[in-house]
């Protein structure tokens, strides 16, 4: 069982940033995909950004993020980021940590981030 655990949600104005970061309980290394996804009030759960294991290292975002957030990864500290720049107001939502290995998935609590226009 992995354990997830996101910080660095929060409130901020339009046009700023914030860095979310998710701790695992496991080494991350050992899990082929960790990413973030969001859901807004009233939406679904939508994929924001992945990133696989291995010395090859992929990433992959959604349109709308593309150029303003960033995913990369720290094995040694088994922690996962995401760098949020140029924030809009749509981009308010819970955002979720997520692990994924062959056999099934993991999520962490959800850290609310607020962005006013």
């Known amino acids: 069982q992995v354990q997830l655990v996101e910080s660095g949600g929060g409130l901020v104005q339009a046009g700023g940033s914030l860095r979310l970061s998710c701790a695992a309980s496991?080494?991350?290394?050992?899990?082929?995909?960790m990413g973030w996804y969001r859901q807004a009030p009233g939406k679904q759960r939508e994929l924001v950004a992945t990133?696989?294991?291995?010395?090859?290292?992929?990433?992959n975002y959604v349109d709308s993020v593309k150029g303003r957030f960033t995913i990369s990864r720290d094995i040694a500290k088994n922690t996962v980021a995401l760098q949020k720049n140029s924030q809009k107001p749509e981009d308010t939502a819970v955002y979720y940590c997520n692990a994924k290995r062959t056999d099934r998935e993991y999520w962490g609590q959800g850290t609310q981030v607020t962005v006013s226009s």
């Open positions: 496991e080494a991350i290394y050992s899990i082929n995909v």
């Open positions: 990133i696989t294991s291995g010395c090859n290292t992929n990433t």
